[in-house]
């Protein structure tokens, strides 16, 4: 994915770093494809979890400031290639931008190894409602702004199954990219954009035809 990140954006710069871990992988192909040097220019205190699952934007806040530091040494006078798996809310990756350029980077381009997820997953990653997801509301250029990048590059949804061509391709799941979810989502009149709807399935009623959830249920 990272290669074909590098194929899409074109994109040059003096060094390619990673968001660790997510975006390490993707960042390592980015960086072989393209030829730019990848460097280690944010380092990950690992005693923190995921922040983006957070349940208020302030421990969200909290949790980057304590998990990430932007290297100095490596980033200061550079123009920088920072490689992700995805943007969630946008937040974290507007505090990882403005901690970067604090570092003293010169230009940072931030690239996205999956495409935009505009619709929420029913299927156990906890992601937000709708309306909290950035791709949802704001055109790839107004997320640009809003995290505060030089340039904002997604990988596109082709690109992405060109990079699992050993798989299935009709045997994957794409709906919180393009909202073509593989199964009928519960309650979904009743409880709109719960991302519990499986593990809950408090609604007492599911759509017409629908086999009942087997989910495990929220204690």
Do not use: W
Not at 70 to 84: E, H
Not at 189 to 215: A, D, I, Y
């Amino acid at each position: 994915m990272g290669r074909q990140l590098a194929i899409e954006s074109g994109l040059a710069a003096d060094i390619v770093i990673s968001v660790p871990d997510s975006g390490t992988t993707a960042a390592h192909g980015f960086s072989a494809q393209s030829g730019i040097p990848f460097a280690e220019g944010l380092m990950k205190n690992r005693y923190i979890g995921r922040t983006f699952i957070q349940p208020e934007q302030k421990k969200r806040d909290a949790g980057v400031r304590i998990k990430l530091n932007a290297v100095r040494s490596a980033v200061a006078g550079k123009s920088i290639i920072m490689v992700d798996d995805s943007i969630v809310r946008g937040t974290t990756s507007g505090r990882i931008v403005k901690m970067l350029r604090e570092a003293g980077a010169k230009k940072i381009h931030m690239c996205v190894s999956s495409p935009p997820i505009i619709y929420p997953c029913y299927y156990g990653i906890d992601t937000s409602v709708r309306k909290e997801l950035v791709a949802s509301s704001k055109t790839i250029d107004q997320i640009r702004r809003y995290i505060g990048a030089d340039s904002l590059h997604y990988l596109s949804l082709e690109g992405l199954r060109q990079c699992v061509a050993n798989v299935h391709l009709d045997g994957l799941c794409y709906a919180c990219f393009n909202g073509d979810y593989p199964t009928a989502i519960p309650c979904q009149g009743e409880t709109p954009g719960s991302k519990f709807v499986f593990e809950e399935n408090s609604c007492g009623s599911l759509q017409k035809g629908q086999e009942k959830p087997r989910g495990r249920k929220r204690s």
